[in-house]
Nanobody
Framework: QVQLVESGGDSVQAGGSLRLSCAAT????????MGWFRQTPEKGREGVAV????????????ADSVEGRFTISQSLDNTKKVLYLQMNTLNTEDSGLYYC?????????????????????WGQGTQVSVSS
C-alpha cells in the first residue's frame, strides 16, 4: 500500500512561485510513474505534469498550459520517495486543488497521457490560490 501526502499549497499573487511536495511512503517499489493533477469546479480534474522511470532514465511530460513554467522532479532515499512540482510565473488559472498521484507498473494505461483514470493511488490534495 502506498500513501501520498501533499504539502506546499498556499495563496500567492500572480507572477509568484510555489513548490509543492508529495511524500510517498509504503511499498513504492512498483510505483514507476507519479504525477500532479489539479481540480477546479470549472474544469474538473486535469493532468498537470508526470514523471516516470524506465531503463535507468527519467522522463517528464507537461500539460501545454504549464509547459516552460512548471518543473516536476523527485528525490529518493531509503525510506521514502518525494515528488516535487516547482511552479513559476503563476497565473489565476493555476488556482486549484493539487493532487499527487501514483501509478504502479502493470496497471494498464500510460503515464504520459495525463489521464487520471490510469493512476492507482491518490493523495488528499493541497490548495493553491493565485490572485491577480
Amino acid at each position: 500500500q502506498v500513501q501520498l501526502v501533499e504539502s506546499g499549497g498556499d495563496s500567492v499573487q500572480a507572477g509568484g512561485s510555489l513548490r509543492l511536495s508529495c511524500a510517498a511512503t509504503g511499498n513504492t517499489t512498483r510505483t514507476y510513474c507519479m504525477g500532479w493533477f489539479r481540480q477546479t469546479p470549472e474544469k474538473g480534474r486535469e493532468g498537470v505534469a508526470v514523471l516516470w522511470t524506465g531503463g535507468g532514465e527519467t522522463f517528464t511530460h507537461y500539460a501545454d498550459s504549464v509547459e516552460g513554467r512548471f518543473t516536476i522532479s523527485q528525490s529518493l532515499d531509503n525510506t521514502k520517495k518525494v515528488l516535487y512540482l516547482q511552479m513559476n510565473t503563476l497565473n489565476t488559472e493555476d488556482s486549484g486543488l493539487y493532487y499527487c498521484a501514483g501509478k504502479v507498473r502493470g496497471s494498464g494505461g500510460s503515464c504520459r497521457g495525463l489521464n487520471e483514470g490510469d493512476f492507482t493511488n491518490w493523495g488528499q490534495g493541497t490548495q493553491v490560490s493565485v490572485s491577480s
